[in-house]
């Protein structure tokens, strides 16, 4: 039984005050959702404000990058170990604006899901394909590479301490919400590939789905076989919204 996760991805917003009060409205409501498991992953320089609003509360915290590199003459990078310092427990990696903004391959998201393994981090490893591709009729394929780069260089037992988050690039920031069937056949898809390898890792790992995820439409998606639970974006910096989205991720009564 996979008990289903809703992490927030705040990207490059907040700052102290807005964080403080963001934080405390969901502590408040946070009673409301024990039963499953919630997360925020926060900017790097507020890390430590948020360890200490969370420290203790059920509700995990992480980071949204990380450096490939684990310490040294790297300026500007902030490493796997920097993370756990600060209480973290989730990195994303390989994200769609990391991978198409900032240049990120396959091969540089594979080594950062190594080097936040080898930290004791859990990566939520972002997979998607672009408009292009899904109009092209790729979308297996592009998501299929972007798995494989990972678990070649890791091992597919390393996706058994990973979340994987499918987030169509289409989606994500449009208000163009996959539809619950489109979502669910892609995460049917990744889950299949890795049954292929391994099948006990595949039926534990939880398959995340993220792009313009709404209270008004979790609970659908989350209804869905294959769907554990949502990477949440704009939705995670509003209080209501994003505990009505934990809500929707309980299980059922
Ligand atoms: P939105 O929920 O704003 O579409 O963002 C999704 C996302 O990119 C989460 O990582």
Known sequence: MRVKLVAGNWKMNGDLA????????????????????????????????????????????????????????????????????????????????????????????????????????????????????????????????????VTSRCGVKALGKAVIAYEPVWAIGTGKTATTEQAQAVHAFIRSRIAADDAAVASMVLIIYGGSVKAANSAQLFGMSDIDGGLIGGASLVADEFSAICRAAQPAA
């Open 18 to 149: 807005s964080n403080q009060t963001l934080l405390n409205a969901v502590l408040s409501a946070a009673a409301s959702f024990s039963a499953m498991k919630c997360a925020v992953c926060a900017p790097f320089p507020y890390l430590s404000q948020v360890q200490q609003l969370l420290h203790g509360s059920g509700i995990a915290w992480g980071a949204q990058d990380v450096c490939q590199f684990e310490n040294g003459a790297y300026t500007g990078g902030v490493s796997a170990p920097m993370l756990k310092d600060f209480g973290c427990h989730y990195v994303i990696v390989g994200h769609s604006e990391r991978r198409a903004i900032f240049g990120e391959s396959d091969e540089i998201v594979a080594v950062k899901f190594e080097a936040a393994l080898k930290a004791g981090l859990t990566p939520i490893l972002c997979v998607g394909e672009t408009l292009t591709e899904r109009e092209a009729g790729i979308t297996e394929k592009i998501v299929a590479r972007q798995l494989d780069a």
